[in-house]
């Protein structure tokens, strides 16, 4: 029997709830960033701003945390904020709507009033392709942080990180492909794609593409400092004994592993 194409299982996914599922655990990300807050400060923080927000399902598991949750999402794609707001925002209660606040504003530009925290996740910034632009970045930030208010980031790399390959992981439903499709050594930016494959052998090819710099830590760092950033600390993960892979635990660190492939967090102070 001919399968129509309407009915092939790519068709009728929503790139948006893959991306959440294969690419986001927003859960595992706030419970980092309470408990680094509560290991450097002595008072709970309130006003989360999510740069980069996306769905803003990371804001929406914020506001979620506390009744003195309050979070702020800023995109310039005012389509994903449109998705965020009918399938995330929708699922929270009221008094939690009442909480959340979307922007449809570019991160260099925004003023929504002074942060605890702000967050710029899934190597967004990276998508700043000089260091002139990635500085203006971090010092709208610092400008946009309470006096004692903390920025995380999060980065990776690793000796696979320029490579130009594919690597796939099974989800449930689906298998997520991320493609490294070019990377150009002399001014460090790379193309990437997400594409999902479905069991049916359908696929969503280029769901997203990001054009971005592969920033190094070095560098990251010494723009948080030139930015103003007063403590700038890497936590890097630790390692499960047994099998050798990550083990989830992310600490202050000045030495790390050279492996293939890392993803660390950063946290700067103001
Ligand atoms: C890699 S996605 C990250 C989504 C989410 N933060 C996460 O953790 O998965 C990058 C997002 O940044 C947004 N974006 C890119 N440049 C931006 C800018 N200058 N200002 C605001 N948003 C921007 C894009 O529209 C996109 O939704």
Redesign the pocket.
């Known amino acids: 029997m001919v399968r129509l194409r309407r009915n092939r299982l790519a068709n009728q996914a929503d790139r948006h709830q893959l ?1 959440q599922e294969s ?2 655990d927003t859960e595992t990300e706030i419970d980092f960033v309470e408990e680094t807050w509560q290991a450097l400060r002595n008072r709970p923080p309130e006003l989360l701003r ?5 769905t803003a399902n ?1 804001a929406c598991e914020w506001v979620r945390r506390g009744a003195g949750h309050y979070a702020i999402g ?4 005012e389509e ?1 904020l449109q998705w965020g707001e009918l399938n995330n925002l929708s699922q929270l209660t009221e008094e939690q709507q009442s909480r959340i606040q979307l922007l449809h ?4 530009d925004t003023d929504p009033g002074l942060a605890d925290i702000v967050l710029a ?4 910034y990276y ?1 700043f392709l000089t260091r002139e632009e990635l500085l203006e970045y971090f010092h709208c930030v610092y400008a946009g942080l309470m006096d004692d208010g903390i920025l995380f980031l999060d980065a990776y790399g690793g000796y696979d990180a320029p490579r130009e390959i594919k690597e796939e992981r099974e989800c449930e439903g689906f298998t997520y492909i991320w493609e490294q499709a070019s990377f150009n050594p002399i001014d460090s930016t790379m193309a990437c794609h997400i594409h999902f494959e479905f069991p049916d052998r359908s696929r969503m090819d280029r769901a997203f593409s ?1 054009y971005w710099r592969l920033w190094t830590l070095p560098e990251i760092r010494e723009m948080l400092a030139e930015a103003g950033f007063s403590e700038i600390t890497v936590y890097w993960e630790g390692t499960d004994q047994e099998s050798n892979e990550g083990n989830g635990i992310y600490e202050p660190a000045e030495v790390g592993d050279a492996d293939p492939g890392w993803v660390c967090y950063v946290v700067a102070q103001r």
């Open positions: 991306y690419v986001q999510e740069d980069f927000c996306g990371t800023v995109d310039l794609d994903v504003e570019n991160v260099l996740m899934n190597f967004s998508l990001y």
